[in-house]
């Protein structure tokens, strides 16, 4: 079951992704399901599977870095504390998904492993560079970020992010996709990838 007890569930929000879901096969297991056998696992998928309305390229002015260790990517992944962005850190790459409130529920409650009514969403946003907690997974808060065209616009951080970690091979492949779709290239997506890198 996945339940919502959220307000307004059909209310347009942008869904703005840093790490595997800038890839749209990636993002659309969270809305559609996915089996074991998927290279991302199984995913119930959200109670409304509808394709997102619109993408698009934004800025994420957060330091995204790579941290942690997931069994299933076999290294460190995408990780976003709510704190300021340093001047010499690298604005991250974002993709913003235009979905519905209920779908953010859904996708939130399954980054964590949890059922959607096991998530507490707010009836009002945050105001821009403010957050809200969740729920107790370790992606625990909506970060809201400036709108986009009018409508809201967030991302997912932890309040307490893992230590940095290398990604593995596999996971760096599935965001260099991602990006490649929204037309960056080679060089950039290297260059990119490289600045998330853990420091000796």
């Keep these: 079951m996945n339940d919502q007890i959220v307000s307004n569930p059909d209310e ?6 840093y790490g595997s879901n800038l890839l749209t096969a990636r993002m659309l297991a969270y809305l559609e399901g996915s089996t074991e056998e998927s290279l991302w696992g199984k995913h119930r998928g959200a109670k409304d599977p509808t394709f997102p309305r619109d993408d698009r390229r934004v800025e994420i002015s ?12 076999d290294g460190g992944v995408a990780w976003c504390p709510h704190k300021a962005l ?8 974002g993709r913003a998904w235009r979905v519905t409130r209920g779908q953010l529920a859904d996708i939130v409650a399954q980054e964590n ?23 107790n997974g370790l992606i625990d808060l909506l970060i809201s970020l ?8 967030l991302t997912l951080g932890s309040s307490h992010p893992p230590p940095p970690g290398p990604p ?19 060089a950039e997506i290297m260059k990119y990838l490289s600045a998330l890198e853990p420091k000796a």
């Design 113 to 135: 492993r949890k059922e959607t009514r096991e998530v507490s969403f707010p009836d009002r946003f945050p105001e821009p560079g403010e957050a809200f907690k969740t729920n």
């Design 168 to 186: 593995s091979p596999s996971y760096r492949a599935v965001l260099a996709a991602g990006m490649s779709e929204m037309g960056l290239t080679s």
């Design 62 to 73: 957060l330091p995204i870095r790579f941290g942690g260790y997931s069994q299933r990517w």
């Design 12 to 17: 347009e929000v942008w869904y703005v992704a």
């Design 86 to 93: 340093l001047e010499e850190k690298v604005t991250a790459v």
């Design 146 to 153: 400036d709108p986009i065209i009018g409508i809201p616009a």
